[in-house]
């Protein structure tokens, strides 16, 4: 995602209540500008993914959400192999939300 993007998963994160830092997307996107993924359909954003590159061995998965109206029908899970896939020889973290 662009700069511009992320904040459009920033939004989506305060509407899932998860209460994001006002400055969480500046400095995770200044630690890693190509972290930040956006699943889309004609050109639309319809999922969202983060998996932010601290370091050469570790990375950390968040903004991990699909556009409600669409959930249930895989994107999700193609967002998560995706994740999987680009951290298959370092060590990703991430939080699980309920
Ligand atoms: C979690 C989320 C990203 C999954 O995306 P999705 O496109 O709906 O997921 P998929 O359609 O690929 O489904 C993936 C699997 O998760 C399961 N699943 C999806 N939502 C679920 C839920 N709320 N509770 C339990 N299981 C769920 C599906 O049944 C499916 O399992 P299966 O492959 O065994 O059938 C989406 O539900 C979402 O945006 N939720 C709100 C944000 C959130 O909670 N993010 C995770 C924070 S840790």
């Known amino acids: 995602m662009t700069r511009s993007e992320v904040n459009v998963a920033i939004d989506w994160a305060q509407r899932e209540g998860w209460n994001p830092g006002i400055h969480d997307a500046q400095c995770f996107f200044h630690a890693d500008p190509n972290g930040f993924y956006a699943a889309k359909i004609n050109g639309e954003i319809v999922g969202t993914v983060s998996v932010v590159k601290?370091?050469?061995?570790?990375?950390?998965?968040?903004?991990?959400?699909?556009?409600?109206?669409?959930?249930?029908?895989?994107?999700?899970?193609?967002?998560?192999?995706?994740?999987?896939?680009?951290?298959?020889?370092?060590?990703?973290?991430?939080?699980?939300?309920?």
Do not use: H, T, W
Request: glycine share 16%; charged share 20%; hydrophobic share 40%.
């Open 54 to 98: 601290y370091s050469g061995d570790f990375a950390f998965e968040g903004l991990y959400i699909v556009r409600p109206d669409l959930r249930g029908k895989g994107i999700g899970s193609q967002m998560q192999r995706f994740v999987l896939d680009s951290c298959r020889d370092i060590n990703l973290g991430l939080y699980g939300v309920f």
